[in-house]
Nanobody, 128 residues
Framework: QVQLVESGGGLVQAGGSLRLSCAAS????????MGWFRQAPGKEREFVAR????????YYADSVKGRFTISRDNAKNTLYLQMNSLKPEDTAVYYC?????????????????????WGQGTQVTVSS
């Protein structure tokens, strides 16, 4: 089992920045990739970004490309999401997720059903 705990959410004005963190514990050696998803009220949970735990390759949703940066610190077992130039449409609950599965290509990591472990979520609110 892997446990995930997010932190760093809050209220920020449009154009501002926030950094989310996700601390992983338990069987972290089994993690192949981690990702960030978000869910706005009344909407489906959507993919934001993912990173391979070994190697560090990244992939982003088009809606956040160039504004958000996903990174990880393997020594601390911590995942990050640096969010810059925030927009009101970025308002959502942000979830980190981890998977022990290995896929070729990025598509499968954009699908929430391919992640085994989830955090409890952290609220991000961007005011206009």
């Amino acid at each position: 089992q892997v446990q995930l705990v997010e932190s760093g959410g809050g209220l920020v004005q449009a154009g501002g920045s926030l950094r989310l963190s996700c601390a992983a514990s338990g069987r972290t050696f089994s993690i192949n990739a981690m990702g960030w998803f978000r869910q706005a009220p009344g909407k489906e949970r959507e993919f934001v970004a993912r990173i391979r735990w070994s190697g560090g390759s990244t992939y982003y949703a088009d809606s956040v490309k160039g504004r958000f940066t996903i990174s990880r610190d393997n020594a601390k077992n911590t995942l990050y999401l640096q969010m810059n130039s925030l927009k009101p449409e970025d308002t959502a609950v942000y979830y980190c997720a981890a998977t022990s599965r290995s896929y070729i290509g990025s598509y499968y990591y954009t699908q929430r059903e391919n992640y085994d472990y989830w955090g409890q979520g952290t609220q991000v609110t961007v005011s206009s």
